[in-house]
């Protein structure tokens, strides 16, 4: 569908996001169609899945503007500071595998 309607989705889906998360939360695009959210005062795993849940609903939602509904979803990967790590690049770490371990398990369940 082009590099027009591409930017257009990742503009649409950031605002989603934003608005689904809480007002002291910020989210920050790292690159292509990954995105950093910074949860403040999050507890454990569990109720960081939680808390994103909404953001993983309102992606799921068909964005409709175009031709043909697009739908989409999202894999999600948890670090917690300062237990996971106290440097960006190690809480990075911890949840890309965090991430692809959820994705296998994920693909299993199918």
């Known amino acids: 569908m082009?590099?027009?309607t591409g930017?257009?989705?990742?503009?649409?889906?950031a605002w989603r996001m934003r608005?689904?998360?809480?007002?002291n939360?910020?989210?920050?695009?790292?690159?292509g169609d990954e995105f950093v959210a910074v949860l403040k005062q999050a507890g454990d795993i569990d109720e960081v899945l939680a808390r994103i849940e909404p953001m993983l609903g309102a992606i799921r939602e068909p964005?409709?503007?175009?031709?043909?509904?697009i739908r989409l979803d999202a894999s999600v990967g948890v670090a917690?500071?300062?237990?996971?790590?106290?440097?960006?690049?190690?809480?990075?770490?911890?949840?890309?595998?965090?991430?692809y371990a959820r994705k296998v398990r994920r693909r299993g369940q199918e």
């Open 19 to 23: 608005q689904a998360l809480a007002k």
């Open 25 to 31: 939360d910020f989210l920050c695009r790292v690159g």
């Open 7 to 13: 930017d257009e989705v990742l503009s649409q889906v």
């Open 2 to 4: 082009g590099h027009r």
């Open 63 to 69: 964005i409709v503007d175009f031709r043909e509904p």
């Open 80 to 99: 917690i500071f300062p237990d996971d790590g106290v440097r960006e690049s190690e809480l990075m770490a911890v949840a890309d595998e965090r991430m």
